[in-house]
């Protein structure tokens, strides 16, 4: 199940998918740090990739619950 987060920003609920996001976060900076560029750009790059496949994911699961109107309901 996705929690909407605003912005067009989803995030499952629970806590293993935000240990992975902070877990990334520091290792993208740990890699900054070190000096390896183009270590850090590709672990973003993963990161925003799997961020979005997830906001994707849970946009589709929260429209799939999501039951049609008709418009004799809405008269």
Do not use: K, Y
Not at 19 to 38: F, K, P, S, Y
């Amino acid at each position: 199940m996705a929690q909407f987060l605003g912005g067009g920003v989803a995030a499952h609920v629970g806590d293993e998918p935000r240990t992975i996001d902070l877990n990334q976060h520091h290792q993208i900076l740990e890699l900054v740090v070190a000096g390896d560029g183009a270590g850090a750009a590709g672990l973003a790059r993963t990161h925003i990739a799997n961020s979005l496949t997830a906001s994707v994911t849970g946009a589709l699961e929260e429209r799939e619950n999501v039951q049609p109107v008709t418009l004799d309901e809405i008269a």
